[in-house]
Nanobody
Framework: GEGVESGGGLVQAGGSLRLSCVASGISLGRNAMSWYRQTPGKQRELVAL???????VYGAFVQGRFTISRDNAKNTVYLQMNSLQPEDTAVYYCNAPRPWPNYWGQGTQVPVSS
């Protein structure tokens, strides 16, 4: 399986998006999951993590703007992103906190215009 990300799209600075990741091939109820992002020429970085008992961790750049959540019944992890800025422009992916190499999906693109 692989993560199946969706919900990206062009948004203006200050806008909001909600990303979804269907955690195909795993049981979300027993696994922590993370959102990552990557821009050309830069390493993939952690955006947010949620454990199987709903503890959350965020990258320092989030500064309270994003919220990660999960719906085990739908096997889906969400990332609500508010107050988006041009520097948030990236492709967003989901994977485990210790990423599984073969689990990277296509990602979902989030271009933020100024």
């Amino acid at each position: 399986g692989e993560g199946v990300e969706s919900g990206g799209g062009l948004v203006q600075a200050g806008g909001s998006l909600r990303l979804s990741c269907v955690a195909s091939g795993i049981s979300l109820g027993r696994n922590a999951m993370s959102w990552y992002r990557q821009t050309p020429g830069k390493q993939r970085e952690l955006v947010a993590l949620i454990t199987n008992n709903d503890r959350t961790v965020y990258g320092a750049f989030v500064q309270g703007r994003f919220t990660i959540s999960r719906d085990n019944a739908k096997n889906t992890v969400y990332l609500q992103m508010n107050s988006l800025q041009p520097e948030d422009t990236a492709v967003y992916y989901c994977n485990a906190p210790r990423p599984w190499p073969n689990y990277w999906g296509q990602g979902t693109q989030v271009p933020v215009s100024s």
